[in-house]
């Protein structure tokens, strides 16, 4: 689904990633964790196609995203730390744009934007222009989008920051569901009891390098130690 083989990135003398190889398998919430200036900001930026790697390949649903980059795009769906949106539009018109660019057929928008919208609910707000949304409703109505494009992998990049309780409890119950679909979702987070509870899968990066990767037992018999994710991760990145 998602294949990431021999990654490196420099700037300068500094290198930002090093030689980091993981798969992303069909139907699993994969987790990318690692400290500050770890190198997943990085990463991310090189999948999505926001940075050029110096060395290695990104294979996108099987589709290399330096060589084939429009069919890439169209097979994920980026969530960024920040929701950055287009302000001057309504929330409306956001999603029947998105839908235009992921081609949802027409008859199938209204059905799936009232099940979301509801789900987040953002109904009684999807009339306004999305500069006067909150931090939290600009993240709720591009998960939103994300839900409706229904691409083959998610990139997501801290997508809980700024949601409340229930947003959250929403975004685990369909993210599960979605995966259940055969599809898959990348999940950076430094919220380590949440991605503990969500992950199927995980790699922790640190200096630019892949320090561990697996299952949460699979890590644990890595440090010799039967813990949390928390001390697990404190112990590996110190």
């Not at 997943?40 to 926001?50: A, D, E, Q, R, S």
């Not at 084939?68 to 769906?77: D, G, H, M, V």
Request: negative net charge; glycine residues 8%; contains cysteine.
């Amino acid at each position: 689904m998602l294949e990431i083989s021999n990654l490196t990135k420099k700037f300068g003398e500094k290198v930002a990633v090093n030689n980091v190889s993981f798969t992303v398998n069909p139907g699993e919430i994969f987790g990318f964790l690692g400290p500050n200036g770890a190198g997943k900001t990085t990463t991310i930026k090189m999948i999505v196609g926001l940075l050029k790697p110096d060395q290695g390949t990104i294979l996108i649903n099987g589709y290399n995203n330096q060589e084939e980059i429009y069919e890439a795009k169209l097979q994920f769906f980026y969530v960024p730390d920040n929701p950055d949106v287009f302000e001057k539009v309504t929330g409306y018109d956001y999603l029947q744009f998105i839908c235009d660019v992921f081609k949802i057929p027409h008859d199938e928008r209204k059905k799936k934007m009232d099940y979301y919208l509801d789900k987040f609910n953002l109904t009684n707000d999807i009339n306004s222009y999305l500069a006067g949304y909150s931090h939290g409703m600009k993240q709720k109505i591009i998960l939103t989008a994300a839900f409706l494009a229904n691409p083959k992998i998610m990139v997501l990049d801290e997508p809980m920051v700024g949601l409340d309780p229930k947003a959250q409890h929403t975004v685990r119950e369909l993210l599960r569901e979605y995966c259940n679909q055969g599809n898959a979702v990348f999940f950076s987070t430094h919220i380590l009891e949440v991605a503990e509870k969500m992950c199927d899968r995980l790699a922790i990066i640190n200096k630019g390098e892949i320090i561990a990767l697996g299952t949460l037992q699979e890590i644990r018999n890595l440090v010799g130690k039967d813990e949390d994710l928390v001390n697990l991760f404190l112990e590996l990145t110190e």
